[in-house]
């Protein structure tokens, strides 16, 4: 979740009073620590009595008519006026929108990206209640690692697809055959092909304990776990569960603020005294992320079935809603099609929109009412389990090793990277698979 840092024309008073309130409410939220009750809920299809734990073959078809819609949708689209700055102080610019918009109704192909995705092996299995969707691509290698790879928001398991190859083929890709990973790729629960959970708890740490299941469920009694955005989130809790086999965690978007430095950036206050230069970018990064850029988050934790609305109704509210973080959080100047073409843009929104999952994927936020960034909230201290750190140049923030040693005792690999951003298997996929590989080879 990366903000940009683009030139800004000087703010009106009015303006810095909302920045001002935005990060009250922000700051609010995150201070209250409201917790949200777990509860049991009915299973998503009505066939499923308790857990299957049977694991069956998933095959993606979309009907002509949901792609028909989709485009009659997006030649309706009433679209609002210009922005009235030259840059993205308003949000995500008119121009950029229509142009993808346009390019998704009239160019863009659907049925190139099932294929894609056909051409996997792609599963379905019932845990707690609810149908989680995966990729599962074992190795040819003997003594491959097992691996789960988890998305975030706006992201999905398409963030991965091209890391899969040279994960469990890496002789192919510049590796060694003992580099080799079994690859598992979960849809967390209300995204994409997974089932959309009809009732609370589905925050992280419920995630964390069904992962563990899938992977005791595919034959895996040793596995390690890789995540950026709600992945990093989800691996760790999954660290903190510490379950038999769970060798050690990957991170791409550590959690190592400060206790100390929580509030300061929250409130938009000036950088203290005795930071090291490296301390001070972050500590500059998130508090123009939080004043600035994060509206998004806070909607989507208070309000994700008001939001829900309109990423059901409207392809260009939906697209826009997502393109505007494919710009500000991936390493591309301003332009993501210089990382990721207009196709893998679409590919990744069409999905959410195909299967109607911006609400549920949305309540991931409100399930988790957390502080993504802080230590001290995600319990880092309490993880025992070996942790890895890659920091990618545009992620939200680049954690300082000072802080990742402090906020992770158990810390063994960190490593900074030259290029890449917050999408980092999908911007980076070799540079990603090399991390990968270098951060779990002590493991195996």
């Known amino acids: 979740m990366a903000a940009s840092r683009s030139e800004r024309a000087p703010h009106s008073p009015t303006f810095d009073r909302g920045v001002i309130l935005m990060r009250a409410m922000i700051l609010a939220l995150t201070l209250a620590g409201i917790a949200i009750p777990m509860s049991a809920h009915a299973a998503a299809a009505a066939t499923t009595v308790g857990d299957d734990a049977t694991v069956r073959a998933y095959h993606v078809h979309v009907s002509d008519k949901d ?15 210009k922005e009235t700055v030259a840059d993205d102080a308003q949000g995500i610019q008119l121009s950029k929108v229509q142009a993808l918009v346009e ?29 989680i969707y995966f990729i599962h691509v074992r190795s040819k290698q003997p003594g491959a690692l097992p691996l789960i790879l988890t998305h975030g928001w706006p992201g999905s398991p398409a963030e ?10 890496p002789t192919a890709h510049g ?29 992280p740490d419920r995630v964390a304990k069904a992962w563990d299941t899938l992977m005791h469920r ?13 992945g990093s989130v989800i691996s760790d809790a999954l ?6 086999g769970l060798l050690g965690i990957h991170l791409n978007m550590p959690a190592t603020v400060p206790p100390e430095l929580v509030k300061p950036i929250f409130g938009g206050e000036p950088a203290p005294a005795g930071l090291a230069p490296d301390e001070k970018r972050a500590f500059d990064s998130l508090s123009s992320f939080f004043g600035r850029n994060a509206a998004y988050g806070a909607l989507m934790v208070t309000r994700p079935q008001t939001i829900g609305y309109s990423l059901a109704d409207s392809p260009a509210g939906e697209a826009a809603w997502m393109y505007e973080k ?46 993504n960034f802080s230590a001290e909230a995600q319990k880092t201290r309490q993880i025992k389990v070996p942790v890895a750190i890659t920091v990618f140049p545009r992620e939200i923030y680049q954690a300082p090793k000072s802080w990742a040693q402090r906020a992770y005792p158990s810390m063994y690999y960190f490593h900074e990277v030259d290029k890449g951003g917050h999408f980092a298997a999908w911007e980076q996929p070799q540079l990603f698979v090399e991390e990968i590989r270098a951060a779990f080879k002590s493991l195996r």
């Open 67 to 81: 792609l028909s819609d989709l485009r009659r949708r997006i030649g309706d689209t009433r679209w609002p006026d």
């Open 103 to 131: 390019y998704w109704g009239k160019g863009y192909d659907w049925r190139k990206f099932e294929a894609q995705l056909n051409a996997l092996p792609q599963f379905v299995t019932t845990i707690d209640g609810e149908e």
């Open 160 to 169: 991965f697809l091209k890391t899969i190859d040279p994960l469990v083929n």
């Open 175 to 203: 590796g060694k055959a003992e580099d080799a990973f079994d690859v598992v790729i979960p849809a967390i629960p209300g995204y994409g092909f997974s089932s959309k959970p009809k009732g609370t708890g589905w925050g």
């Open 218 to 230: 595919l034959g895996y009694n040793r596995y390690v776990s890789q995540g950026g955005d709600h």
């Open 239 to 244: 660290a903190r569960q510490a379950p038999a």
């Open 326 to 371: 494919f710009v500000q959080w991936s390493d591309n100047r301003g332009h993501p099609e210089g990382v990721l073409s207009r196709d893998e843009i679409l590919n990744d929104i069409s999905l959410y929109w195909l299967t109607n999952t911006g609400a549920s994927a949305s309540r991931f936020y409100w399930e988790n009412n957390n502080n």
